[in-house]
């Protein structure tokens, strides 16, 4: 009887984490402080399309780079954001299928975004309408 107990605990527990994994999805962060030599500063994105400024961002040295994916289908996918001065910075986002560049967001954004509970929620009433941004869609 004991050992029954045991065990449906046991695939209690188990069939709690894989739905926490598969409700919340999983978060990789990753960032990066570089030093104070950043080719950022003259960065020109306009006139070019959503895959040329991205191409453009990722190549150019930033001061603050840092990222997260999340493993879903629907919603935010992943975010880049890339800062030459620590303040603002560029905000990258994979939204379902689509891409999108937010310009000028303060880190501060980034960082609330990143800590929320709730990533899109904080995005849709935090940064969506408050940027200018390019998108492929």
Request: aromatic residues 12%; glycine residues 4%; charged residues 25%.
């Given at each position: 009887?004991?050992?029954n107990?045991?065990?449906?605990?046991?695939?209690?527990?188990?069939?709690?984490?894989?739905f926490?994994?598969?409700?919340?999805?999983?978060?990789?962060?990753?960032?990066?402080?570089?030093?104070?030599?950043?080719?950022?500063?003259?960065?020109?994105?306009?006139?070019?399309?959503?895959?040329?400024?991205?191409?453009?961002?990722?190549?150019a040295?930033?001061?603050?780079?840092?990222?997260?994916?999340?493993?879903?289908?629907?919603?935010?996918?992943?975010?880049?954001?890339?800062?030459?001065?620590?303040?603002?910075?560029?905000?990258?986002?994979?939204?379902?299928?689509?891409?999108?560049?937010?310009?000028?967001?303060?880190?501060?954004?980034?960082?609330?975004?990143?800590?929320?509970?709730?990533?899109?929620?904080?995005?849709?009433?935090e940064?969506?309408?408050?940027?200018?941004?390019?998108?492929?869609?």
């Amino acid at each position: 009887m004991v050992e029954n107990r045991r065990l449906l605990l046991l695939c209690s527990i188990i069939i709690l984490m894989v739905f926490s994994l598969n409700c919340f999805g999983q978060v990789k962060h990753d960032y990066q402080i570089a030093p104070g030599v950043a080719t950022c500063d003259s960065l020109n994105i306009s006139g070019m399309n959503v895959l040329e400024s991205i191409l453009t961002i990722e190549k150019a040295t930033f001061r603050f780079k840092q990222q997260f994916k999340i493993s879903r289908v629907e919603g935010i996918r992943s975010a880049r954001f890339y800062s030459c001065n620590i303040a603002t910075g560029y905000l990258i986002l994979i939204i379902s299928k689509n891409e999108y560049i937010y310009f000028e967001v303060p880190k501060a954004k980034w960082d609330e975004l990143i800590s929320s509970s709730d990533i899109n929620k904080y995005f849709i009433e935090e940064i969506k309408e408050m940027y200018s941004f390019i998108s492929d869609e």
